[in-house]
Nanobody, 122 residues
Framework: QVQLQESGPGLVKPSQTLSLTCTVS???????????WSWIRQSPGKGLEWMGVIIYDGTTYYNPTHKSRISISRDTSKNQFFLRLRSVTPDDAAVYYC?????????????WGQGTQVTVSS
């Protein structure tokens, strides 16, 4: 059973950096299989927004809208991957999800975390 769990501060001040962690169990991030790991968010009243992905070889791809502010990284020894979003504004308030892709190229999410609420407020 693959499980993903988001963690991080629920409250971030404007202009600060949002940092989230996704801890993965049941699937090894150091595997040579073509797994991929993504961050997705949903703001109030809006649909899902793809933020970016880190794939099996460490390559990252980002939503162009946020490319100047976002970074995704991983620690395969801890089976974790991370989201950093700089210079947050109230528009970045959302439920943030991490999700896995069974095979890069299929672009189908097979497991999701339960989501973590992030509020941006001073």
């Amino acid at each position: 059973q693959v499980q993903l769990q988001e963690s991080g501060p629920g409250l971030v001040k404007p202009s600060q950096t949002l940092s989230l962690t996704c801890t993965v169990s049941g699937r090894s991030m150091s595997s040579n299989l073509r797994y991929a790991w993504s961050w997705i968010r949903q703001s109030p009243g809006k649909g899902l927004e793809w933020m970016g992905v880190i794939i099996y070889d460490g390559t990252t791809y980002y939503n162009p809208t946020h490319k100047s502010r976002i970074s995704i990284s991983r620690d395969t020894s801890k089976n974790q991957f991370f989201l950093r979003l700089r210079s947050v504004t109230p528009d970045d308030a959302a439920v943030y999800y991490c999700a896995s892709i069974r095979e890069w190229g299929l672009y189908e999410y097979d497991y999701w975390g339960q989501g973590t609420q992030v509020t941006v407020s001073s």
